[in-house]
């Protein structure tokens, strides 16, 4: 048996929850499904009941999440399966593609970049201001870029030209198979 654990959501209660495993001495997975953890919490200004900034809360939280040697933190990610049984699960991790190589691009870099990326008013996608490179705030863990697809006019364009591709070849689907 492996003494290991698997928190799912790195919103506020799966970062303390997931620090707390870490600082037992036990390691950790956090898996999310946005580029950056924080959840809803990231998103206000001030807290309820005391009216505490979020930020002041979240900050210290997300940065020690970020540099503990206990957890290992997966971004953009879903489950893909589980398998095993109690005490002894495998748990297979399916992370979104990024489109940025994090080896090369910072997220600075990105930033300027992204002045370039914005789509037009007339678009779908809502506003101009959608920007098609992420970390949700300066303060992101991980501060890594990640392209959003559904904003980024390059990728759309490269989308449709692989779909138009595909409509041209002819599929030989498993059913289909002729005998020569």
């Not at 997975?29 to 002041?56: K, N, W, Y």
């Not at 364009?157 to 005998?179: C, E, F, G, N, T």
Request: charged share 20%; proline share 8%.
């Amino acid at each position: 048996m492996i003494n290991k654990a698997l928190v799912i959501g790195a919103g506020i209660a799966g970062i303390q929850a997931a620090l707390d495993i870490a600082n037992s001495g036990y390691p950790v997975v956090l898996l999310d499904r946005q580029p950056s953890i924080g959840g809803h919490m990231a998103q206000l200004s001030e807290t309820f009941p005391t009216l505490d900034c979020s930020q002041c809360i979240m900050t210290p939280r997300t940065v020690e999440v970020g540099h503990h040697e206990n957890i290992k933190l997966y971004t953009y990610s879903e489950i893909a399966g589980i398998s095993g049984a109690p005490g002894d699960f495998t748990v297979k991790i399916r992370q979104k593609a990024k489109y940025v190589n994090w080896d090369v691009c910072t997220a600075a870099a990105c930033a300027r970049k992204s002045a370039r990326g914005k789509r037009p008013p007339s678009s779908s996608a809502g506003s101009a201001s959608a920007k098609r490179f992420t970390p949700l705030s300066p303060q992101a863990v991980p501060n890594k870029p990640v392209v959003n697809p559904d904003v980024c006019v390059r990728l759309q364009s490269i989308a449709k030209r692989r779909k138009a591709q595909m409509r041209r070849v002819p599929q030989i689907l498993p059913d289909q198979r002729h005998r020569l």
